[in-house]
């Protein structure tokens, strides 16, 4: 199983980013794809999930700015009014049959 994330960049405060995560290989049905995020000294941080049935969840950090969305092995995470505390490399991953897998991180910077 591979995911590859895409779409960071630089944005000013109060902006938006799209960010995309795309899961290939041998995946099973009844799987999650969440986001985390993780800055330089702290633990990687949960951001949302969703499952493929469509349930979901956020963390009360970016509840109310950031949507999550997927198509099928296709994960989206919208965010808006970025805040610079939103600045890290985030991280998506899929989790199924008790086991996850991690793609590459993407960097998101939010200037002040």
């Known amino acids: 199983v591979q995911l590859q994330a895409s779409g960071g960049g630089l944005v000013q405060a109060g902006g938006s980013l799209t960010l995309s995560c795309a899961a290939s290989?041998?995946?099973?049905?009844?799987?999650?794809m969440a986001w985390y995020r993780q800055v330089p000294g702290k633990q990687r941080e949960f951001v949302a999930d969703?499952?493929?049935?469509?349930r979901f969840e956020y963390s009360n950090t970016v509840k109310g700015r950031f949507t999550i969305s997927r198509d099928n092995t296709m994960l989206y995470l919208q965010m808006n009014n970025l805040k610079p505390e939103d600045t890290a490399v985030y991280y998506c991953n899929i989790r199924f049959l008790r086991s996850t897998y991690w793609g590459q991180g993407t960097q998101v910077t939010v200037s002040s």
């Open positions: 969703m499952s493929n049935d469509g």
């Open positions: 290989g041998n995946i099973a049905g009844g799987n999650v």
